[in-house]
């Protein structure tokens, strides 16, 4: 009796197990899109990278690509104001200085300092596809980091990518025009998003084209104040 009890009660956890493994196993699940899935991303045009420079294309790894900077950074003008109030947009959509910087040029990010850029490329992301922006272990190496923490890109965005970029080092880092500077991984989702980046009412970053200062004063929480 107690037998006949254990061997139905092992045969139910086995096909419990057996319904889990197939629902975990199943597809789509999320991955990361390797260097061969990244190239037909780009060719069948569900990933749209606008670059003027066609051998941007050469430099697609394993499970990466690289992104080129570009000529554009804004810098906070430290003596206007003494806080970045979210509260106060003007505190620092008014406080940045724009500077241009011609090909073959460097551009020096001193030490302690933050600045934004962007990249030459524009990218749009599909609705199913995730992108996360990570910088190039050589720049690293350096004491340059590109994102504080905006790694990530939503599905449904278009436009070239804002860059946080910092100096961690004790000595002056001068960074160039049209150099690789970023590298971007592509993660399927498990189904397209309900609400794609395009969608959303608040998407305050869609179509930019120069590095955008923060609108965090755009914020629901914050119009309401």
Known sequence: MH??????????????????????LTPPFPMILSDRDI?????????????EQEELFEHIHASSMDLRL??????????KYAILDPKKPESFATEMRTVMVANG???????????LGVTQETITVPDDLVVRVEGRSSLGRLGIIIHSTAGFVD???SGT??????NLNRLPVALYPGMRVCQIAFEEMSSPAEQPYHSKPNSKYQNQV?????RLSLDPE????
């Open 3 to 24: 037998c006949r009890l254990y061997t139905q009660y092992c045969n139910f956890l086995l096909a419990l197990f057996v319904v889990y493994a197939t629902l975990l």
């Open 39 to 51: 190239k037909k991303a780009i060719k069948s045009g569900r990933v749209k990278i606008e670059s």
């Open 70 to 79: 570009g000529n554009v950074f804004k810098l906070y003008e430290h003596s």
């Open 105 to 115: 040029d460097p551009f020096i990010v001193q030490p302690g300092e933050f600045v």
């Open 155 to 157: 599905p449904g965005f």
């Open 161 to 166: 990518i804002t860059l946080e970029i910092s």
């Open 210 to 214: 120069l590095p955008e200062e923060s």
């Open 222 to 225: 914050f119009v309401k104040l």
